[in-house]
């Protein structure tokens, strides 16, 4: 069973921009603290940016501050990552990543980006 989708991820030129979708199956949506990670070929997984589920507050990585949004629709169960002005270091697998904070987090499957001329 698929609780979390990604979608949004391709090929792009460096400098262009994706938008990164995540259709999460859980409820309630808006007590879930949710986040996107991304995993780049023989590195670990890091955190990109996340929004709480209190009042909208949001992190960023310092690599993307600047570039990256996250946001949220409670009311569609979904959370974006809009990514402007990517680079080549960008390239990775995103994942979708919720935490209910009094259960175990869950994780999606991840959306392919990759950015190169």
């Known amino acids: 069973q698929v609780q979390l989708v990604e979608s949004g991820g391709g090929l792009v030129q460096p400098g262009g921009s994706l938008r990164l979708s995540c259709v999460a199956a859980?409820?309630?949506?808006?007590?879930?603290?949710m986040s996107w990670y991304r995993q780049a070929p023989g590195k670990e997984r890091e955190l990109v940016a996340g929004?709480?589920?209190?009042?909208?507050?949001?992190k960023y990585a310092d690599s993307v501050k600047g570039r990256f949004t996250i946001f949220r629709d409670n009311d569609k169960n979904t959370v974006y990552l809009q990514m402007n002005d990517l680079t080549p270091d960008d390239t990775g697998v995103y994942y979708c990543?919720?935490?209910?904070?009094?259960?175990?987090?869950?994780w999606g499957r991840g959306t392919q980006v990759t950015v190169s001329a």
């Open positions: 990543h919720a935490d209910p904070r009094i259960s175990n987090p869950m």
């Open positions: 859980v409820s309630p949506f808006s007590s879930y603290y």
């Open positions: 929004i709480n589920e209190i009042d909208g507050g949001t």
